[in-house]
């Protein structure tokens, strides 16, 4: 069974330069079913459902996530990004970056890519 979903165009899901793996912006999307979530919080653990999946393909998980950058569909979802983010990281958190984006892919709510350090030290 696949746990990443399928891209949507003509990009890697990810890439590796140096000590960093770079992920592409991952959809909210079920690699099952190839379907989007429905609502906000199911489509945002999603996305880092799918960021964390990518990452364990490389024996690593979101703690080796230094850097993120969030697209929401709207920013009033912005305080409840912040919630389900401190369910899923840890101080210190990642440097983060979050848009508000006039559309996405799908119609999502939101996309989320990441950096990740291979190791401890860079």
């Known amino acids: 069974m696949n746990t990443i979903p399928k891209r949507v165009g003509p990009y890697s899901i990810y890439t590796i330069e140096g000590n960093i793996l ?36 490389e024996d690593l998980s979101l703690d080796a996530i230094f850097k993120l950058t969030i697209y929401l569909a709207d920013l009033a979802h ?14 210190p958190y990642p440097i983060r970056t979050a848009y508000q984006v006039a559309s996405l892919p799908r119609n999502a709510l939101i996309e989320v890519e990441a950096m990740a350090r291979l190791t401890k030290t860079l």
């Open 78 to 91: 912005f305080d409840e990004l912040n919630r389900i983010m401190e369910t899923l990281f840890e101080e």
């Open 22 to 57: 770079y992920t592409s912006g991952q959809l909210p999307i079920c690699p099952e079913s190839d379907t989007l979530e429905t609502g906000f919080e199911a489509q945002c653990r999603r996305a880092f459902s799918n960021i964390a999946n990518v990452l364990k393909s």
